[in-house]
């Protein structure tokens, strides 16, 4: 069974890769979507798609593989094979809510800190990218009454497990890093550790969070 024709534009990005940009509502889960068939399919020659809001980017392993097999890749994304989707995985992030711009950003939004709070922890989050730093995620799904301004002056050094708002976007520090966001709490929680790997096949073991996972917090 085939879904129906999505709708995107593409264009070359260096010399054997494409950048594709999806148009329209639902562009993230079309995205997710698109990467997760490009990975699953034993015919395709692409080595990695990497998806960000509503871009995905795919890499052939040389030039010369980009050319012989950009066409046949593009036309197979525009119309999908129809494949079971396993449900995103949720998780559930322990949140205490002592961050020191906490206070600032209830002043900048007009709420009192306790309904920054509440409105922080209710919705639904999804991992719309992993990048910034290893492991760092950008949370979609941050109520619009939450949406901050980045600081002017971003800090030397953010620790690691900070959660924070920037913008639209909520996310939680996965390394100790200089950072312009809001910080708004802390969590335990390692979302980047080289010690989970345990052998060259399981690099992914180090990152807690892949892109169209579920994130829900929860105060401590």
């Given at each position: 069974m085939q879904i129906p024709n999505r709708s995107f534009q593409w264009q070359p990005c260096g010399s054997r890769a494409a950048l594709v940009t999806f148009c329209?509502?639902?562009?993230?889960?079309?995205?997710?979507?698109?990467?997760?068939?490009?990975?699953?399919?034993p015919n395709s020659r692409v080595v990695d798609a990497t998806p960000a809001f509503d871009k995905l980017l795919i890499e052939f392993a040389d030039a010369e593989e980009?050319?012989?097999?950009?066409?046949?890749?593009?036309?197979?994304?525009?119309?999908?094979?129809?494949?079971?989707q396993q449900a995103p995985r949720l998780h559930h992030i322990p949140v205490r809510y002592d961050g020191e711009d906490l206070a600032y950003v209830a002043e900048c939004v007009a709420l009192p800190v306790s309904e920054v709070v509440r409105l922080h922890q209710f919705p639904v989050y999804q991992v719309a990218l992993l990048g910034f730093?290893?492991?760092?995620?950008?949370?979609?799904?941050?109520?619009?009454?939450?949406?901050?301004?980045?600081?002017?002056t971003p800090r030397p050094c953010v620790p690691v497990g900070s959660v924070a708002i920037g913008g639209s976007h909520t996310g939680v520090y996965?390394?100790?890093?200089?950072?312009?966001?809001?910080?708004i709490g802390t969590t335990s929680?390692?979302?980047?550790?080289?010690?989970r790997i345990a052998?060259?096949?399981?690099?992914?073991?180090?990152?807690?969070?892949?892109?169209?996972?579920?994130?829900?917090?929860?105060?401590?």
């Open positions: 329209g509502d639902g562009a993230w889960d079309t995205v997710a979507t698109a990467a997760n068939e490009l990975h699953a399919d980009y050319r012989t097999q950009i066409t046949q890749t593009i036309d197979s994304l525009r119309v999908g094979e129809s494949r079971a730093s290893p492991g760092f995620p950008y949370l979609e799904g941050l109520p619009p009454a939450l949406h901050t301004p980045r600081r002017s996965s390394l100790a890093t200089p950072a312009g966001w809001n910080l929680l390692r979302l980047f550790d080289l010690g052998s060259p096949q399981s690099e992914a073991a180090a990152f807690f969070l892949k892109p169209g996972d579920h994130v829900k917090f929860v105060a401590e």
